[in-house]
């Protein structure tokens, strides 16, 4: 159940975590 902000939320926190790898990972459908 994620929603556009949640996904937005999980973007803004890979990048301060570094993680962008793992953000583009769960964003692909």
Known sequence: ???AGDKNELLGLGRMWGLSELVN?????
């Open 25 to 29: 990972v769960a964003v692909l459908p």
């Open 1 to 3: 159940m994620s929603t």
